[in-house]
């Protein structure tokens, strides 16, 4: 099976854009879609992001996903960081026997 | 809406089996989509344990899989894990949540109850 290996923390200014990325360790990150979700403390996950690009309805755009196979990675970025952001995101995806992947997950600090 | 809710003991004995029930209201379990069991250990990341499919076919975590059993109850419309020989390790926030092949479908995810185990 493959890992997901994301950064253990980010931070970044309000107003500002990140970036939290989220390797694949074998196989082609292309080959299963990517999805990502937001927790705050005390709450259940919340999807951000799935299939890859593509936002729920309800989630604002400054959240928008991507997928580069040159670097066998997915990326989540979140533009106009607002302190409501401040959370810990997880990438997800899965294997060709529909068995689920997360990643270590990111906290993102919004100072 | 759909909404799911995890019931159970909280408490659990080592060596013993920890069992969690998901109640599904707003949505016939029996109609489609996967059912599944996700945990976070206190101050850790989310682990994936497995997923039901609601015609029954079960998909369970490498890692877990000798020790998982995952069930659904269409009558009830709820679906149930079971994790046995548990130690201090299982301890989690366990959480149930509706799915597709890929992953858990927004906005459907239970609260998560705290399972602890000790003696």
């Known amino acids: 099976n493959f890992m997901l290996t994301q950064p253990h923390s980010v931070s970044e200014s309000p107003g500002k854009t990140v970036t939290i990325s989220c390797t694949r360790s074998s196989g082609s990150i292309a080959s299963n879609y990517v999805q990502w979700y937001q927790q705050r403390p005390g709450s259940s996950p919340t999807t951000v992001i799935y299939?890859?690009?593509?936002?729920p309805s309800g989630v604002p755009d400054r959240f928008s996903g991507s997928i580069d196979s040159s670097s066998n990675s997915a990326s989540l970025t979140i533009s106009g960081l607002k302190t409501e952001d401040e959370a810990d995101y997880y990438c997800q995806s899965y294997d060709s026997s529909n068995h689920w992947v997360f990643g270590g997950g990111t906290k993102l600090t919004v100072l | 809406q759909v909404q799911l809710q995890e019931s159970g003991p909280g408490l659990v004995k080592p060596s013993e089996t920890l069992s969690l029930t998901c109640a599904v209201s707003?949505?016939?379990?029996?109609?489609?989509?996967?059912w599944g069991w996700i945990r976070q250990p206190p101050g850790k990341g989310l682990e994936w344990i497995g997923s039901i499919y609601h015609s029954g076919s079960t998909y369970y975590n490498p890692s877990l899989k000798s020790r998982v059993t995952i069930s659904v109850d269409t009558s009830k419309n709820q679906f149930s894990l079971k994790l046995s020989s548990v130690t201090a390790a299982d301890t989690a926030v366990y959480y149930c949540?509706?799915?597709?092949?890929?992953?858990?479908?927004?906005?459907?995810w239970g609260q998560g109850t705290l399972v602890t185990v000790s003696s």
């Open positions: 707003g949505y016939s379990i029996s109609s489609g989509y996967y």
């Open positions: 299939e890859d690009n593509q936002r």
């Open positions: 949540a509706r799915g597709t092949f890929g992953g858990v479908i927004h906005r459907t």
